[in-house]
C-alpha cells in the first residue's frame, strides 16, 4: 500500500481567482486552441494511444502476482514461476519504454506548438507602435512572452495527456478490482472517498501557502532587480536609499522563513490522520479476508493484487479530481496571450509594398497637410503641416516643449501615421514602403541613445550585419570616436555594459551616429540629439552630425536653437501648427516667434 500516500496530492486542486476572472474577461474558444494543435493530429493520435495501452498493460502485474502467490510457489513450479517472474520485468520494461515515447512525443509537440506561438506573438509585439511600448510596462511584456507560454507546456504536456491517462487507468484499475472481487470492490467504495478528500484538503493548504510564498518571492526578486541594476544602483547611491532599501529587503527575506517554516507544518495534523487512514486501508481489506462470508473465500494472492490495485487507483482519481483547476489555469494562460495576438496593428506593413531601391533614392521629403491625433488624445498635436525638405537640405523644427517635433519625425521614420495627410519620400508614401527598405533609406539618431548589453561590434553590425571590422573603423572614425575605442584594452570587442553605461553621454552618441553610418542612409533624422549634453560635449557630437549630415537630406529636431543656425530652413512649431519658417537670420530680424526663442 505504499502508492497511497499523502503528498502524492499534488498540482493546483482549487481554480485561482484570478484565472476565473480573465477567462470571464476574454474567454478561449475551444475551436481556437483546437488550431494550436493543426498539423499534429498524428501524435495526438500516438500519445493517446500509447496512455491507453501503457494502462492496459501495466494492469497485469497484480494478475501475475497472484498467480505466484497462488499457484508457482504453492506447487514449487519453477517453470511456471520462471515464466511469471519474466512477465513482471517484461510488463515493467514495456511500459517504461512506452512511457519515454509518450513523453517524447508529447514534449517536442509541446515544444513546436509553443516555438510557433512564441514566434507569433514576438513577430506582433514587435509591429506594435511605440505608443503601445510606451503605455505598456516592460515586465508585463516580458511575463507574458516567457512565463505565460512557458507555462503552456502544463497544458499539452500535462492537463491534456492526464485527463486520457487518468481516466483510462482508473477505469481499467475498477474493472480489474471488480474482477479480482466484487465483494472487496464496495468495501474501496467506502474507504477511497475519505481518503481523496483528506488529501486535497491537505493539498488546498499547501497551494495557498505555496502561492503567498511565491508572491513574497516575486517581491523579494522586484527588490534585487530595481535596487541592483545599474539604474538602481545609480539611484540608491545619490539619494543615499542604501539603509531603507536593505530594510525593506531583510523584512521580506525574513518574511520568507516563516512561510516556509508554515509551508512545512502545513496540514500536518491532518496528514497524522491520513496516515492513519492510509494504514487501515490495507487492514481492513486483511480483516475482512479473515471471514470468508464476507470476502467470498478470497486467495491470499488475490488478496495481495487487490490491495496493490487499491493503491493504484487513488493517483488517477486524484489526478482527475485536478483537471478543473488545472483546465481553467491553462485557459487562463491563452486568454492573455491571444490578448496579445489580438492586439491590432496601428503602423501595419504594406501588403504591397513599393519597389524601391534604397541606393537610389534622392531624398526629397514632404508632409503634404499633415495632422495627427493621440489615440488617447483630445486634440491634434500636430494640425495641417505643409512642408517639403528638397534632396540635400536641412530643415530644422524648433519650438517650445509639446509643440510636436519629435511627433513629426517619428511620423517620417513611421513610428506612427498621420491621422490626416500624407508623409512622401521622392512622391512615395512612407506607408507603402516596407520596414526593411525604409530603415535603410531613413536614420534617426535620438536624445536617447540604447545600446545592447553587448559588444561595441555587435551593437554597431544592429545597423549593418555583414560589415567588416574595416567598415566599423571607418564609421568610428567619421563619428570621431575611433580614439575612445582604440585605446580599450579589448577594442571593439569591449563589452559596452546594461545601456551602455560604461560611456559618456557623448560617447554614446557618437557611437550611434557611427551606426548610422554603416546603413549610409540618404535622409537622416536627428531628434534632439544633443539637448542632455554638456557644451564642450556638444561640440565634439557636432563635428561627428556635421560628418553624417553632409549630402543627406536632414530633419533635426532641436532644443537648443545654438545648434540650428546653418540649417538651410528653420521652421517654427506653435501647438502643433507651422507659425514660421526661414533661415535663422530672416526669422531673428522678424521679430516673432524664433526671436523670442532665441532671447
Known amino acids: ?261 508554515r509551508s512545512q507544518l502545513a496540514g500536518r495534523w491532518r496528514m497524522a490522520t491520513m496516515g492513519i487512514v492510509f494504514a487501515a486501508i490495507p487492514a481492513v481489506l486483511y480483516l475482512v479476508a479473515g471471514f470468508p462470508a464476507i470476502s467470498g473465500g478470497i486467495s491470499i494472492g488475490t488478496l495481495i493484487a487487490f490491495a496493490s490495485l487499491q493503491g493504484s487507483i487513488f493517483r488517477p482519481i486524484m489526478g482527475l479530481l485536478n483537471i478543473g483547476a488545472q483546465w481553467v489555469s491553462s485557459m487562463a494562460l491563452l486568454s492573455r496571450i491571444f490578448g496579445y495576438l489580438d492586439l491590432p496593428v496601428e503602423v501595419a506593413e504594406p501588403v504591397h509594398p513599393a519597389r524601391v531601391q534604397p541606393s537610389a533614392v534622392r531624398g526629397q521629403v514632404r508632409f503634404e497637410h499633415v495632422s495627427y491625433r493621440f489615440p488617447d488624445g483630445d486634440g491634434d498635436t500636430l494640425s495641417d503641416i505643409d512642408l517639403t525638405i528638397g534632396a540635400g537640405q536641412s530643415v530644422a523644427v524648433v519650438g517650445e516643449t509639446g509643440s510636436g517635433k519629435s511627433t513629426l519625425a517619428a511620423l517620417l521614420v513611421r513610428l506612427a501615421d498621420p491621422t490626416a495627410g500624407r508623409v512622401l519620400i521622392d512622391g512615395i508614401d512612407v506607408r507603402d514602403l516596407s520596414a526593411s527598405d525604409r530603415s535603410r533609406i531613413v536614420g534617426m539618431v535620438t536624445q536617447e541613445t540604447y545600446l545592447a548589453h553587448a559588444t561595441i561590434a555587435d551593437n554597431l553590425r544592429q545597423a549593418a550585419p555583414s560589415a567588416t571590422e574595416e567598415d566599423l573603423w571607418a564609421a568610428l572614425a567619421a563619428a570621431q570616436v575611433d580614439h575612445v575605442i582604440a585605446a580599450l584594452p579589448a577594442g571593439l570587442e569591449t563589452v559596452v555594459g546594461a545601456r551602455g553605461h560604461r560611456f559618456s553621454g557623448g560617447e554614446r552618441q557618437r557611437l550611434a551616429v557611427a551606426r548610422t553610418l554603416l546603413v549610409n542612409p540618404p535622409i537622416l533624422v536627428l531628434d534632439e540629439a544633443t539637448s542632455s549634453l554638456d557644451t564642450d560635449t556638444e561640440r565634439e557630437l557636432q563635428a561627428a552630425l556635421d560628418n553624417l549630415m553632409a549630402g543627406r537630406t536632414t530633419l533635426t529636431i532641436a532644443h537648443r536653437l545654438s545648434t540650428v543656425r546653418n540649417a538651410d530652413q528653420i521652421v517654427v512649431l506653435e501647438g502643433g501648427r507651422v507659425v514660421e519658417r526661414g533661415s535663422h537670420e530672416d526669422l531673428l530680424s522678424s521679430g516673432g516667434r524664433y526671436a523670442s526663442l532665441s532671447r
Open 1 to 261: 500500500m505504499a502508492d497511497i500516500h499523502p503528498m502524492e496530492a499534488r498540482g493546483p486542486a482549487r481554480i485561482n481567482p484570478a484565472d476565473k476572472a480573465q477567462l470571464a474577461e476574454s474567454p478561449v474558444s475551444l475551436r481556437r486552441v483546437a488550431g494550436l494543435f493543426r498539423g499534429h493530429t498524428s501524435e495526438l493520435t500516438a500519445v493517446t494511444a500509447i496512455i491507453v495501452v501503457a494502462s492496459i498493460v501495466g494492469l497485469a502485474q497484480p494478475f501475475l502476482l497472484r498467480e505466484i502467490i497462488d499457484v508457482a510457489l504453492p506447487t514449487g513450479d519453477t517453470r511456471l514461476l520462471a515464466w511469471l517472474v519474466g512477465g513482471m520485468v517484461a510488463v515493467a520494461a514495456i511500459t517504461g519504454v512506452l512511457g519515454v515515447w509518450q513523453t517524447w512525443l508529447a514534449t517536442s509537440m509541446g515544444q513546436q506548438v509553443m516555438h510557433v506561438l512564441r514566434t507569433r506573438v514576438f513577430a506582433h509585439l514587435q509591429a506594435q507602435s511605440i505608443a503601445f511600448f510606451k503605455r505598456t510596462r516592460g515586465g508585463d511584456i516580458q511575463s507574458r512572452l516567457m512565463q505565460d507560454v512557458a507555462g503552456l507546456q502544463s497544458v499539452i504536456t500535462s492537463t491534456a495527456t492526464s485527463i486520457a491517462s487518468n481516466l483510462t487507468t482508473a477505469v481499467a484499475t475498477a474493472v480489474a478490482m471488480v474482477a479480482l472481487n466484487w465483494r472487496l470492490s464496495l468495501l474501496s467504495l467506502l474507504v477511497l472517498p475519505p481518503a481523496i478528500l483528506l488529501t486535497r484538503r491537505v493539498a488546498l493548504v499547501r497551494r495557498d501557502l505555496t502561492m503567498t510564498k511565491q508572491k513574497a518571492l516575486s517581491d523579494l526578486h522586484t527588490q534585487v532587480e530595481e535596487t541592483l541594476s545599474i539604474n538602481g544602483a545609480l539611484l540608491t547611491k545619490t539619494l543615499g536609499s542604501g539603509p531603507a532599501g536593505q530594510a525593506r529587503f531583510t523584512d521580506t527575506s525574513a518574511r520568507l522563513i516563516d512561510l516556509e517554516v
